[in-house]
């Protein structure tokens, strides 16, 4: 015979398959009035009656107006138009919209936000490191998982919008917290030596833009700081330049936009050679406000910079690298020649000395094994009886 508990307390009882149902009142549906039952399973009645004590305990202070209202995908829609564009910087609003709508509303949408728990998130997880990637019809390739790291900043939309959904009373426990998350695969970073520097910049010259990539190596901007400089922004005769703004592109359009951080937007000292370099592109660009103007008089695309640094090192037999490993290579040299981690930090724009150490590690660690290697030669012959 079913057990029955006091009301107020929910009731359990025991099902014809042996498991336990523990049944509760979560509110009242404020159109009808009339209770909304919901229930929980155990394979024991211990189990079931500890599951119903949480839930009831769950339930109190949700919204039961609004409890029920959304499936996944409408909260993401909720949360993504009138939060994450708030909060978010524009150019990160066309990757949001496509984490969205390329994964999570095909594959979690449709369950009801209340439903939502992290095993179901656990599955989705695995799901798309395995078989992720979306099929371009233009691909000929089967389609692939996506990396752990496009994995994790998914993971990290969806857990700020349950956030959100647990602040407005919908849900009772954030289901994203606990997940685990997949760990992120290292990335070798890959630079241009110095015996290949030459024959880089030489082709550079050649194909007509010696002065953006000479500018990138000489200062280790970001691609769009570097596209993102006006002459204002450049004091030629104190030799300096401001780094204000960024170029990027947003919804298919070309635009400025503001700076990943507040560490972002600072002052960096340039080389005579550097400003010698850039009063020659002032002469090519005068009557541009853009240090580095596109044919149409406007900035150039992040895009476009990319494929002319293809071109460029296809054309002197070097290697592909990205963009970003330009970055690198200044970085990597100015250690290498001595430079101070906190002065490298704070002309690449990093938030912290300690994410430039641990970001070039290996270049640190061979400077001090050659300075443990110059020691150890002055300290020999005070060795020598």
């Known amino acids: 015979m079913a057990k029955r508990r006091a009301n107020g307390e929910g009731n359990l009882r025991k099902r014809k398959d042996g498991r336990w149902e523990g049944r509760y009142t979560a509110g009242r549906d404020p159109e009808t009035g009339r209770a909304i039952y919901k229930n929980v399973l155990g394979k024991t009645q211990a189990e079931a009656k ?40 524009p150019s990160s609003h066309q990757t949001y919209r496509g984490y969205i709508d390329n994964h999570i509303k095909p594959n979690i949408g449709k369950i009801p936000l209340g439903k939502l728990t992290s095993l179901e998130l656990q599955k989705f997880y695995k799901k ?29 939309i969806i857990s700020s919008a349950m956030k959100l959904a647990q602040e407005q009373k ?32 030489r082709e550079a010259k050649d194909s007509g833009v010696f002065e953006l990539y000479y500018l990138e190596l000489a200062t280790g901007l970001r691609r769009g700081e570097l596209l993102g400089l006006k002459w204002e922004d450049i004091d030629l005769e104190r030799g300096d330049l401001r780094v204000k703004r960024q170029i990027a592109r947003i919804n298919g359009e070309v635009l400025e936009a503001p700076l990943k951080t507040k560490n972002a937007y600072r002052t960096l000292p340039l080389a005579v050679d550097t400003i010698d370099v850039l009063e020659a592109q002032k002469k090519k660009a005068e009557d541009s406000p853009w240090v580095f103007p596109s044919p149409t008089g406007g900035p150039i695309s992040p895009d476009s910079v990319l494929h002319m640094l293809h071109r460029v090192l296809k054309r002197a037999g070097l290697p592909r690298v990205r963009f970003h490993d330009l970055r690198h290579t200044f970085a990597t ?18 938030f912290s000395a300690g994410f430039t150490l641990d970001t070039y590690a290996h270049v640190t660690t061979a400077s001090q094994r050659q300075a443990a290697k110059t020691m150890g030669s002055v300290l020999s012959g005070t060795l020598q009886p």
């Open 333 to 350: 040299l100015a250690l290498q020649n001595g430079v101070d981690v906190k002065t490298v930090s704070g002309m690449l724009g990093h």
């Open 50 to 89: 500890a599951k119903l004590k949480q839930a009831i305990e769950e339930a109190k202070g949700l919204d039961t107006a609004k409890v029920g209202r959304y499936t996944v995908g409408q909260w993401m829609e909720v949360w993504f138009e009138h939060y994450a564009k708030v909060k978010v910087r």
């Open 170 to 201: 919908l849900i009772a426990s954030n289901p994203a917290e606990g997940c685990a998350l997949p760990r992120l695969e290292h990335r070798e970073m890959k630079t241009l030596p110095v015996e290949q520097l030459q024959s880089f910049l």
């Open 128 to 156: 798309l490191l395995e078989e992720g990637r979306v099929d371009r019809l233009e691909s000929r390739h089967q389609a692939k998982g996506l990396s752990p790291k496009t994995v994790r900043n998914i993971h990290q």
